[in-house]
């Protein structure tokens, strides 16, 4: 059985990449390793396609033994950035996919597991998230994620391709046996940001508004364990090898946890200090997201079992206290050591 993972040398497509050959897949990668990196892919086992997956040599080459199923990360996930730069946002994680599906129809592969968002449902009105509550997303990021989820329901009218559109919400933590970790350059995520605030990296952790209306004043996220990601990934494949409908499913635990809870479990956990500041609100941060995630447990059978808080910031640690610091080598001299989704 064979899995193409786009994106799998990302943060979240390398833990399911090595959860997908644990289970005997023969997986082939394709990553251009703008973001990615070569060595969070460990399984020797494993086929890396270095470049882009809207290059016909390279789905020649991924294509060319019969593909079960197309497991899709690959797409830049800076929010910042999407709305500064919408353009680049639209054109990869929009437009390079349909060279993939023009491929997945040609070649009549019609199984796609898809990287979908929270961020799709942009301010949400009611809480907790149901996958059927209305999208209006905030930022161009969550438009083309949004926009990628259409044109797989057009292609199931169209041509029967099955997707499941996995709604994420915080990704977070390392691989249990601190392998393989998240490597973000820049760095704009809560958790590493405070390890790094603990560990004397940076000077403190500014606490982006502390006047939301939540019980602490401070934004209210709902994490998930990148293991407990992957495992659902792997879980979707066997719901559409099932013969499982076109369906969205939310992961995440349901579970609030404030900036200053998840500050304040990171020092008990570590035993660090973190110094913080509090400074205004970011733009475009809801005051709270938070998953049901019933759909996930009754439709895959999923649900999250590493997402405890503690256990999140434990990995975490575990991987930015090795020697290496959280960092893979460079792909090359020129490249940074960058990551996403
Ligand atoms: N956050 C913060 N300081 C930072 C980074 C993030 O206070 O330096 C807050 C942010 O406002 C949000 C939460 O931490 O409420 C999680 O942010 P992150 O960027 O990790 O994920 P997001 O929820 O934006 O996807």
Not at 7 to 23: D, N
Not at 86 to 93: I, S
Not at 151 to 172: H, I, M, P
């Amino acid at each position: 059985m064979r899995v193409i993972v786009t994106g799998g040398a990302g943060y979240i497509g390398s833990h399911t990449v090595r959860e997908l050959a644990r289970a005997g897949w023969d997986v082939v990668v394709i990553d251009n390793l703008v973001y990615g990196h070569r060595a969070a892919i460990i399984d020797p086992e494993v086929t890396l396609l270095e470049g882009s997956l809207d290059d016909q040599k390279i789905l020649d080459q991924a294509f060319s033994k019969p593909v079960d199923v197309v497991v899709h990360f690959a797409a830049y996930a800076y929010v910042g950035e999407s709305v500064t730069e919408p353009l680049k946002y639209y054109q990869n994680n929009l437009a390079a996919p349909l060279t993939l599906l023009a491929r997945m129809k040609a070649e009549n592969c019609t199984r796609f597991v898809f990287s979908s968002t929270c961020a799709t449902y942009g301010i949400p009105e009611e809480m907790p998230i149901v996958e059927t509550l209305a999208q209006n997303p905030i930022n161009p990021y969550g438009q083309s994620k949004l926009m990628l989820e259409k044109v797989l329901q057009d292609c199931e009218t169209a041509w029967g391709l099955k997707s499941v559109f996995l709604r994420y919400f915080n990704a977070a933590g390392s691989s249990s046996d601190g392998k393989i970790g998240e490597d973000h350059n820049p760095e704009t995520h809560l958790i590493p940001l405070v390890i790094a605030a603990g560990m004397g990296k940076r000077k403190d952790i500014k606490i982006f508004g502390s006047d939301y209306p939540t019980p602490d004043g401070t934004c209210v996220r709902d994490y998930i364990h990148v293991e407990d990601l992957a495992s659902a990934h792997s879980k979707a494949i066997t719901y559409l090898s099932d013969g499982g409908d076109t369906i969205a499913v939310n992961l995440g635990t349901g579970i609030p946890v404030s900036v200053n809870e998840l500050i304040q479990t990171f020092e008990k956990v570590t035993g660090l200090k973190v110094p913080v500041q509090y400074t205004d609100r970011r733009p475009g941060d809801p005051p709270e997201l938070l998953a049901d995630p019933s759909r996930a447990k009754e439709v895959l059978g999923w649900q999250a079992v590493n997402s405890d808080i503690s256990n999140i910031l434990e990995s975490a640690y575990r991987w930015f206290s090795q020697p290496h610091g959280g960092k893979y080598e460079s792909n090359s001299p020129q490249k940074t050591t960058d990551v996403e989704k």
